[in-house]
């Protein structure tokens, strides 16, 4: 069989091609006018120099976390201003509530909780000063967040690194939390120092009829430790108290643990606090509640659930690492907590998905701080 060949002929280089319309109007499709609220991104500009408090209020504009960051602290700015004259009076309300210095008196009740690494970590301090100068209401923490503020009373905890082998420090009687250590003696010291107080809470219970609760044990402890150094210390002082429902997950409840072989007979009753946290929120009226919540787990929870008996919180700031593809609570975003009453609808909530121990502490130089400081400068006038 013979074969035919077939001549392909090419379009010349040359020959004009149509101009494509539709990837042009694809790719040069048409904005919609942004309205006058919204903020035009811009970071701070060193040429300035270094001024750490316009760095600061730049976070607002530059975006991602950054911008979340500044919305943030907004937000506390907007918890600590609040006042109840800022409200119309209700129709129906008492004769106090319609006094105009009785409205000016009243502010935001403030929830804040944090878990125990942060008491580990040097954010320490920085809680330990918004107790010392009564800034916040209610605290809520881990067991660690609490017997670790009153171990570094005993004893220091040091830093060291993520990747320190865990089979050598052991054998050396070295803890790592995360990039921090903890030598075991510290426990060691803890025991010697709060055994002979549960004795004494013990003698109490008995003879005296006292009903402990973990809010409780936490106020005394603050009360023995007598060191400012100590937050619990200063919420002893200040009276703001101090929930914890998980006291035994802890060193404090390895103690408690080997308390009940030596003196059996120590009652902690977790009923009496749920219902004093609950009432914390419940008879907060006419005041606004807010959160501060560092990191996830019990704390969050428990601060959210405490609000959700109020139907809902006011303000609500997060910041942790959690993310909440996994259903967790930790990770959950504000706007899972307005679906269960804990967040108000009319709230404007804010997570910062940020490491606390970086983002808190610039939060209440911008926050807290910055109102303290204020106010001392105004009374130095």
């Not at 500009?45 to 976070?59: A, R, V, Y």
């Not at 619990?232 to 108290?241: D, E, F, Q, R, T």
């Amino acid at each position: 069989m013979g074969s035919e060949s077939t001549t392909s002929v090419a379009a010349p280089m040359d020959a004009p091609e149509e101009f494509p319309l539709f990837a042009h109007a694809a790719a040069m499709k048409v904005s919609a006018k942004l309205n006058d609220k919204s903020t035009i991104v811009c970071g701070y500009d060193f040429n300035e120099g270094i001024d750490h408090e316009k760095l600061l209020q730049s976070m607002l504009t530059t975006g991602f976390q950054a911008s979340h960051l500044g919305r943030a602290i907004d937000l506390v700015n907007n918890m600590l201003d609040w006042r109840l004259s800022d409200e119309p009076i209700e129709e129906g309300c008492s004769e106090e509530e319609r006094d105009p210095a009785f409205r000016q008196s009243v502010k935001c009740k403030i929830f804040m909780g944090f878990t125990s690494n942060l008491i580990s970590s040097g954010l320490r301090d920085t809680i330990r000063f918004l107790a010392e100068h009564r800034m916040v209401d209610v605290l809520v923490t881990t067991a660690g967040g609490v017997e670790e503020d009153l171990i570094k009373c005993l004893a220091p905890t040091y830093t060291g690194d993520f990747s320190l082998p865990g089979a050598q420090l052991r054998s050396n009687g070295l803890n790592r939390i995360g990039n921090l250590l903890v030598p075991n003696d510290n426990y060691c010291k803890f025991e010697d120092w709060i055994i002979p107080i549960f004795d004494q809470l013990l003698k109490e219970q008995k003879e005296q009829g006292v009903l402990w609760t973990p809010s409780k044990v936490i106020a005394r402890l603050g009360k023995e430790i007598n060191n400012p150094r100590s937050y619990c210390y200063w919420a002893y002082k200040n009276c703001i108290p101090v929930f914890c429902p998980g006291l035994t997950d802890g060193s404090l409840g390895d103690m408690l643990y080997f308390h009940s072989f030596r003196s059996p007979g120590l009652v902690v009753d977790i009923v009496q606090d749920i219902r004093a946290i609950n009432g914390e929120a419940v008879h907060a009226s006419p005041q606004k509640t807010g959160m501060i919540i560092l990191g996830g787990g019990m704390p969050k929870h428990h601060i959210c659930n405490a609000n959700m008996m109020r139907n809902g919180a006011d303000y609500a700031v997060y910041i942790n690492t959690a993310q909440e593809f996994d259903g967790s609570d930790s990770g959950a975003l504000p706007d899972e907590a307005v679906s269960w009453g804990k967040i108000r609808g009319s709230a404007t909530p804010i997570k910062v998905h940020c490491d606390a121990t970086i983002a808190f502490p610039l939060l209440v130089s911008q926050t807290f701080a910055k109102k303290l400081n204020e106010k001392c400068q105004g009374n130095t006038r």
